[in-house]
């Protein structure tokens, strides 16, 4: 299953802290923890009796930080591979004694984790979002966002302009503007790329003083995220970068982050969020309306929907989940 192979995010990174945390993934348990500031996945079960390790604490010990387990103490070093047994102090665990370790790591102020090592066509790192990482930007992480639908129809609504004037109406739209130019479309394995997009938003960005046509720039790196570049006309100094990532929670349900990157942006951290949780409140009756909740897409879908003009971002991303073997419906 490809997505297994995918980078996801689990969380945001400043969410997990001291005590470990329990999560699911693709239908995996996992437990997530730190060790002097790493992170560390883990299959969310003790290979001794099978209790689940985020019931457990981090200790710090002599050689290091380890997970103990709440059952018996069972404590498991950074690797995954248990180091002590409270009742056996001087048995010395095999390697076998250890739970399943998954590859971890942060970027954009989320943990992500990958559950299957990649094959040679698909990236070996998160999707790169280079202002969110960018001193010179001011980084906010938005979420997380539960909603009830499918990852791809959230990755596609995000894509979508002509929705701007009806759904975000007096936001980031007008019913009088409802005419968009959906841009320059370019399609390739690595994903989908849509350069000189432009709508018409009454209100751009949270402390906007006025309309303005606003030029837009997408790039679709991974099924499940997309990256939005917005940059005013007029001279306007404000600069934006919006990135939407989401975590796959089954056929009709998905998490969702938006990491934000701002220049000369003089709203705060709290109106900034407030903003993206007013737009996405706008969105989520809508997207979590639709039926089926999986893209219609492929021979075994059981219903098909038309298109119009402009659904030419839309179509392309469609193809390109067809294009990696996106199973939709059993994600």
């Given at each position: 299953?490809?997505?297994?192979?995918?980078?996801?995010?689990?969380?945001?990174?400043?969410?997990?802290?001291?005590?470990?945390?329990?999560?699911?993934?693709?239908?995996?348990?996992?437990?997530?923890?730190?060790e002097h500031g790493a992170v560390h996945a883990w299959a969310d079960r003790c290979p001794?009796?099978?209790?689940?390790?985020?019931?457990?604490?981090?200790?710090?010990?002599?050689?290091?930080?380890?997970?103990?387990?709440?059952?018996?103490?069972?404590?498991?070093?950074?690797?995954?591979?248990?180091?002590?047994?409270p009742a056996s102090p001087d048995f010395q665990p095999p390697p076998g004694h250890a739970t399943t370790a998954f590859e971890a790591r942060e970027a954009h102020g989320l943990v992500w984790v990958r559950l299957d090592a990649?094959?040679?066509?698909?990236?070996?790192?998160?999707?790169?979002?280079?202002?969110?990482?960018?001193?010179?930007?001011?980084?906010?992480?938005?979420?997380?966002y539960a909603v009830a639908t499918s990852a791809p129809r959230l990755v596609e609504n995000f894509l979508d302009l002509s929705h701007f004037g009806f759904v975000h109406e007096g936001w980031l739209g007008e019913r009088g503007h409802a005419q968009v130019m959906s841009g320059v479309v370019s399609e390739s394995p690595e994903g989908v790329q849509v350069l000189k997009a432009r709508a018409w938003q009454p209100r751009g960005y949270a402390e906007a003083e006025g309309g303005a046509w606003i030029d837009y720039a997408y790039e679709v790196p991974h099924p499940y995220a997309a990256l939005l570049r917005k940059d005013a006309s007029l001279g306007d100094p404000v600069r934006n970068a919006i990135a939407l990532?989401?975590?796959?929670?089954?056929?009709?349900?998905?998490?969702?982050?938006?990491?934000?990157?701002?220049?000369?942006?003089?709203?705060?951290?709290?109106?900034?969020?407030?903003?993206q949780d007013t737009v996405f409140a706008q969105d989520r009756p809508v997207v979590e309306?639709?039926?089926?909740?999986?893209?219609?897409?492929?021979?075994?879908?059981?219903?098909?929907?038309?298109h119009g003009p402009a659904d030419r971002v839309s179509s392309a991303y469609r193809r390109y989940l067809q294009r990696l073997g996106i199973a939709l419906g059993t994600c």
């Open positions: 299953m490809i997505e297994r192979q995918l980078w996801h995010p689990v969380v945001a990174s400043h969410t997990l802290r001291e005590l470990p945390l329990a999560l699911g993934l693709l239908g995996e348990a996992l437990v997530l923890w730190r001794h009796r099978g209790a689940r390790l985020s019931l457990g604490r981090v200790l710090t010990t002599v050689h290091g930080p380890r997970l103990e387990c709440a059952y018996h103490g069972w404590q498991f070093e950074a690797g995954g591979r248990c180091r002590h047994v990649p094959g040679a066509e698909l990236p070996d790192a998160p999707p790169a979002f280079a202002e969110a990482d960018d001193s010179a930007w001011r980084r906010v992480v938005c979420g997380p990532f989401i975590r796959p929670d089954g056929d009709e349900a998905c998490t969702a982050w938006f990491v934000m990157a701002t220049q000369n942006d003089r709203s705060s951290d709290e109106s900034l969020i407030d903003f309306s639709q039926s089926p909740k999986t893209l219609p897409i492929g021979r075994t879908a059981r219903v098909s929907e038309v």
